[in-house]
């Protein structure tokens, strides 16, 4: 039976957890245009991660916008909230000590410094950089052409801005490389943070 007896809680920190896991947890955060390459990289780099070994969680729009951030649109304010929200469940699974791989937009200063100060410390920002010309034409859902004939409004890179980070920790160029070269890239810069020694 339960009484009014104050009992002492345990409350399982994140090392406890990561050491569960034989890991380290950061926040992988790739940011940059549609069409740049970010899901693309989020899911080739998700499963080199679980086939060394690694727990991993990818965070994206259509991931939160189909449940989380259902009630949001894309007005500014509902694009900062979106940010905001996957920023904080990004440092929940932070703290549970899972690696987690977010792909967002993110096409503000003001955005990215919000990111980078939600979640803190294991903060990786990766700039996935590619010509707005080049992610036109790899555009397989339209959604660029719906811009530029006015069906979609603000879309960032044709009528709101897309501002680079200003000091990201890698910038992979998927223009100019392959994909084997930038995953090798964002793995090499990762792995002594996630590998426990």
């Known amino acids: 039976m339960i009484t009014n007896e104050i009992y002492p809680t345990a409350i399982l920190e994140r090392p406890e957890k990561e050491i569960l896991l034989q890991q380290k947890a950061c926040v992988i955060w790739l940011m940059g245009l549609s069409g740049a390459g970010k899901s693309t990289l989020s899911h080739h780099l998700a499963q080199k991660l679980h086939e060394d070994g690694f727990l991993t969680q990818s965070l994206d ?4 916008r189909t449940g989380l ?4 649109g894309f007005s500014d304010v509902d694009r900062l909230e979106n940010i905001r929200r996957a920023a904080e469940v990004a440092k929940l699974f932070l703290n549970c000590g899972i ?7 993110c096409p ?3 955005t990215q410094n919000m990111v980078r100060n939600i979640v803190g410390t294991d903060f990786v920002e990766i700039f996935v950089n590619c010509p707005l010309d080049v992610c036109e034409a790899r ?6 052409a719906k811009a530029r004939a006015g069906v979609i409004k603000d879309f960032t890179g ?5 501002e680079s980070p200003q000091s990201p920790e890698l910038i992979v160029n998927t223009h100019q ?14 792995l002594p943070k996630i590998k426990v020694s």
């Open 61 to 64: 729009g259509d991931n939160l």
């Open 69 to 72: 951030n259902n009630n949001l």
């Open 99 to 105: 690696i987690v791989i977010a792909s967002f937009i």
């Open 108 to 110: 503000t200063h003001t």
């Open 139 to 144: 555009d397989v859902k339209g959604l660029y």
């Open 158 to 162: 044709i009528d709101s801005p897309f």
């Open 177 to 190: 490389n392959s994909l084997e070269e930038c995953i090798q890239q964002i793995y090499q810069l990762v």
